[in-house]
């Protein structure tokens, strides 16, 4: 069972990147997919979530207007479009995945971690 994530990088506070997660050794449409992240210093927190099909969503308040949470079930992937970057949104990234029917319940359900992929904001 693995997650794999990719799209990590710098970019200046305003601008976009575009993480994915990828999963293999399970079938990840079973599973709610979503991300979360862990500042230096600071408690990981959760971010966002997509349900198995792909038509319910979840954000932090954090995020919501920002970001998108997206997944392609044919491809194993999901999708994390962060737009409107700020410097606070430095943090390692992680994929989640959950069985849970409800994405919300992802920050309660974790049972498959990816390694993490860093995200940093300059101002």
């Known amino acids: 069972v693995q997650l794999v994530e990719f799209g990590g990088g710098s970019v200046q506070a305003g601008g976009s990147l575009t993480l994915s997660c990828t999963a293999s050794g399970f079938t990840s449409g079973d599973y709610a997919i979503g991300w979360f992240r862990q500042a230096p210093g600071k408690e990981r927190d959760f971010v966002a979530a997509?349900?198995?099909?792909?038509?319910?969503?979840d954000y932090a308040d954090s995020v919501k207007g920002r970001f998108t949470i997206s997944r392609d079930n044919a491809k194993n992937t999901v999708y994390l479009q962060m737009n409107s970057l700020k410097p606070e949104d430095t943090a390692s990234y992680y994929c989640?995945?959950?069985?849970?029917?409800?994405?919300?319940?992802?920050?309660?359900?974790?049972?498959?971690w990816g390694q993490g992929t860093q995200v940093t904001v300059s101002s």
């Open positions: 997509i349900s198995r099909g792909g038509g319910t969503s």
């Open positions: 989640v995945a959950g069985n849970t029917v409800i994405p919300s319940r992802l920050r309660y359900v974790q049972d498959y």
